[in-house]
């Protein structure tokens, strides 16, 4: 059976066996396959040609009509079909190594919706094409060629439209439970993000972005938010160390050196009684997904190893940061693409991440990005290289920087917003034990009331 190591054809066996497997297990691919109506012919040329049994799991997925199938109902179903001579006994073993298959593995459910439409194109024109070498008939082969292009063509989205008029009755938007960060005024500000919405926090290196997007997922978890942290330039160790320097104030830089006093100050703070609570709630909503050593990746491979942490521990977060930009791989990047085309392409297709679900469960995504060039506290659109489309899918860009690694003065503020006014924040940074604290703001937000806040 086939792993997932890189996007398979749609015309190769490998493609169909690890289809199945997302029908099986993807609402996601179950909603857009039955969009186009796939159904276990099209996993057939004929009585010789094609598998019977991948025909016989397309056909229980549409009797039982949910997703994911839990395997001992996929199961049940297979064997009503040996039972009614609709499988040969022949069958049996290739059916059991197929579900073990299916019920195992990593998953990439955004590669299969997306090439869907192929699929059904290539099988049932195969089929066409297979049709014709038997009958010979031109005329009927072209005739039924232009048919599956306009069917297609009908399905292709058809079902995730809507009509709605609007003056019939109000339409009220939906309560927004949004996410928050935990840094007080900036929540204030922008009331995080809503399930599905993604923000970017960009910032030149030394600039304070890491230690802000630690501190995300640390407050939210701490608040009993599901939390994840993508690491792609750092070590989980080092993210651990941030965590520890912000939860038992212990600098840092001790910590990253593995000093003595270190190790026994940690080893002191694990062990205390007082910290017992503080740690169980980070133990239970935080976790680390360290893939430095995997980079370059995509956002379809960062998306699949969310999805097997899922389905190995039940972890499903509701927050996700991501660090960082730069280290993530367009699906499609052309020879010609520069750095900022590339990034543009990945900045993308992180939206496409945030609209996605784990196990039922939607989340919001920060993606932190380092900017090129020397660090500042302030910068604009222009200092970015390709920020136009960069910045083009994001609900919301912020900027943090601070004028030399040696200041402890932090701004935060807008660079593109949808759903708040711009703003501009004051922080002092302390990075060794890796705390924001506002500072107190002049201008439209002081006059709105907003006041000085410690996050954490």
């Known amino acids: 059976m086939p792993e997932i190591t890189s996007n398979p054809e749609v015309n190769t066996d490998e493609y169909v066996e690890l289809l199945l497997r997302h029908l099986v297990r993807c609402p996601e691919v179950w909603k857009k396959a039955k969009e186009f109506h796939l159904v276990g012919e099209d996993f057939m040329l004929d009585e010789e040609f094609g598998m019977a049994v991948y025909k016989a799991v397309v056909d229980s997925l549409y009797e039982i009509d949910e997703c994911p199938v839990a395997p001992e109902l996929l199961g049940l179903h297979l064997s009503k079909r040996f039972a009614r001579r609709e499988l040969s006994d022949t069958l049996e073993g290739p059916t059991a190594d197929l579900m073990v298959f299916l019920y195992e593995g990593m998953t990439m459910p955004n590669y299969f919706v997306k090439t ?21 008939d031109p005329a009927k082969l072209m005739e039924n060629m232009q048919q599956l292009t306009v069917d297609i063509a009908r399905s292709d989205g058809v079902e ?20 928050h960060t935990g840094y007080l005024s900036f929540d204030q500000v922008t009331n995080g993000l809503a399930p599905g919405e993604y923000g970017q926090v960009i910032g030149y290196s030394g600039g304070g972005k890491t230690a802000w997007g630690c501190g995300i997922v640390y407050q939210q ?52 009684p007082a910290n017992q609570q503080v740690i169980g709630w980070l133990r239970d909503h935080t976790r680390i997904e360290g893939l430095k050593g995997c980079t370059p990746i995509t956002v379809d491979q960062i998306y699949a190893k969310l999805v097997q942490t899922y389905e190995t521990l039940g972890f ?40 996605m ?13 380092q900017a090129k060039g020397k660090l500042k506290r302030i910068f604009t659109r222009e200092d970015l290289d390709g ?9 919301i860009t912020v900027g943090i920087g601070r004028e030399n690694q040696q200041s402890q003065d932090f701004s935060i503020f807008s660079i593109k917003t949808r759903h708040c006014p ?35």
């Open 221 to 272: 978890a701490a608040n009993l938010v599901d939390a994840s942290f993508v690491s792609l330039e750092a070590t989980p160790q080092e993210i651990c160390n941030r965590w520890y320097a912000r939860a038992f104030n212990i600098p840092y830089t001790e910590l990253h050196k593995g000093s003595m006093a270190a190790r026994q100050s940690l080893t002191e703070a694990f062990n205390n």
């Open 160 to 179: 995730g439209g809507e009509l709605m008029n609007p003056w019939i009755s109000p339409v009220f938007s939906a309560v927004q439970h949004t996410i």
């Open 316 to 355: 499903r977060p509701r927050l996700l940061v991501i660090d960082q930009l730069q280290f993530i791989e367009p699906r499609m990047r052309a020879k010609s693409d520069q750095e900022w085309q590339a990034e543009k392409k990945a900045a993308a297709e992180v939206d496409e991440l945030s609209h």
């Open 357 to 369: 679900s784990i196990g039922g469960q939607d989340f919001c995504v920060w993606l932190l990005h």
């Open 422 to 456: 711009d703003f501009s924040l004051s922080y002092l940074g302390d990075l060794a034990h890796m705390r924001f604290e506002a500072r107190a703001t002049t201008g439209g937000l002081a006059q709105a009331g907003f006041t000085n806040d410690r996050a954490g």
């Open 387 to 395: 920020f136009k489309g960069i910045i083009h899918k994001a609900d």
């Open 116 to 136: 869907m439409k192929a699929f059904v194109q290539h099988r049932r024109a195969s089929k066409l094409v297979f049709s014709y070498q038997q009958q010979k």
